[in-house]
């Protein structure tokens, strides 16, 4: 499993809106940490980058972040993109109610890390529930 220690620094950050120059550098160091592992692990990414305008070489001076191409929806209903870790990963759908599904996989550390930020979301709101919640009807 690859080892992003600043995304999972940042994915387990308690307060999800927690905003200063340390969360500030360590958003910094997670976004270039995990387009740099796409960029090695997952086919075509760097062909969409280049495709983009976005030399791998520059990734390490990017300032912000929205310099990045952005992959929309449409994108993942066409394609399965899958780097090393999500080859045996968990496949989410969406409901595919405009058309056809858009399909992602996770692997352990990933689904993990997501699960975590909505926990913390969740405690931060208040919308934690005390026990079990039996949702059958």
Same mark, same amino acid.
């Given at each position: 499993?690859?080892?992003? /220690? %600043?995304?999972? /620094?940042?994915?387990?950050?308690?307060?999800?809106?927690?905003? %200063?120059?340390?969360?500030?550098?360590? +958003? *910094?160091?997670?976004?270039?940490?995990?387009?740099?592992?796409?960029?090695?692990?997952?086919? +075509?990414? *760097?062909?969409?980058?280049?495709?983009?305008?976005?030399?791998?070489?520059?990734?390490?001076?990017?300032?912000?972040?929205?310099?990045?191409?952005?992959? +929309?929806? %449409?994108? +993942?209903?066409?394609?399965?993109?899958?780097?090393?870790?999500?080859?045996?990963?968990?496949?989410?759908?969406?409901?595919?109610?405009?058309?056809?599904?858009?399909?992602?996989?996770?692997?352990?550390?990933?689904?993990?890390?997501?699960?975590?930020?909505? *926990?913390?979301?969740?405690?931060?709101?208040?919308?934690?529930?005390?026990?079990?919640? %039996?949702? /059958?009807?």
């Amino acid at each position: 499993m690859a080892s992003l /220690a %600043n995304v999972d /620094a940042l994915c387990a950050l308690d307060h999800p809106y927690l905003r %200063n120059a340390e969360t500030d550098r360590l +958003f *910094d160091a997670a976004m270039r940490e995990i387009t740099l592992h796409h960029l090695n692990h997952t086919p +075509f990414y *760097d062909r969409w980058l280049s495709d983009n305008g976005i030399q791998p070489e520059s990734i390490d001076n990017i300032q912000c972040w929205s310099q990045l191409p952005p992959l +929309f929806a %449409n994108y +993942f209903k066409r394609r399965l993109l899958l780097s090393e870790t999500g080859k045996e990963g968990m496949e989410l759908t969406s409901s595919g109610t405009t058309g056809q599904k858009s399909r992602m996989r996770y692997d352990s550390r990933s689904i993990g890390a997501a699960q975590g930020m909505v *926990d913390h979301i969740f405690r931060y709101y208040g919308w934690e529930c005390s026990g079990l919640l %039996n949702l /059958a009807t």
